[in-house]
Nanobody, 122 residues
Framework: QVQVVESGGGLVQPGGSLKLSCVVNGDIFTIWSMGWYRQAPGKQRELVASISNQGTTDYGDSVKARFTITRDGARNTVALAMNNLQPEDTAMYYC????????????????WGQGTQVTVSS
C-alpha cells in the first residue's frame, strides 16, 4: 500500500512563510515526479510546483519567485518552501506523486495525499 502524507500547513499572516513537507510511504519501484497542487473554495485545483527525478522543476505562474520545491530522492520526500504568502494563496495543498508501482506494472500511477490547509490572513 502506498501512502502520501503531507504536513506543515497552518495559519500565517500576509508576507509570512511556511514550509510544507510530503513523504511517500510504501514500496514503489520508481518515482518519476513529485509535486504540489492546491484548491481554494469554489476554484479548480491548480498546479503549484513539481519536480522530476532529474531535478527539473515547474511552477504555477502565481507562485514563481515566491515558492521553492525541493526533493530528497533517497527518502521519497518533497518539500515546498513558501515565502511572501498572500491571502490568495489560501487553499488546501495536496502532494502528488507520479510513480511506477512495481517493475511489472503496466502503467504509471498518480498518488494523492489527503491535503494540508494553508490559510493566509491577518
Amino acid at each position: 500500500q502506498v501512502q502520501v502524507v503531507e504536513s506543515g500547513g497552518g495559519l500565517v499572516q500576509p508576507g509570512g512563510s511556511l514550509k510544507l513537507s510530503c513523504v511517500v510511504n510504501g514500496d514503489i519501484f520508481t518515482i518519476w515526479s513529485m509535486g504540489w497542487y492546491r484548491q481554494a473554495p469554489g476554484k479548480q485545483r491548480e498546479l503549484v510546483a513539481s519536480i522530476s527525478n532529474q531535478g527539473t522543476t515547474d511552477y504555477g505562474d502565481s507562485v514563481k519567485a515566491r515558492f521553492t520545491i525541493t526533493r530528497d530522492g533517497a527518502r521519497n520526500t518533497v518539500a515546498l518552501a513558501m515565502n511572501n504568502l498572500q491571502p490568495e494563496d489560501t487553499a488546501m495543498y495536496y502532494c502528488t506523486v507520479l510513480a511506477r508501482r512495481t517493475a511489472s506494472s503496466p502503467r504509471d500511477t498518480t498518488y494523492w495525499g489527503q491535503g494540508t490547509q494553508v490559510t493566509v490572513s491577518s
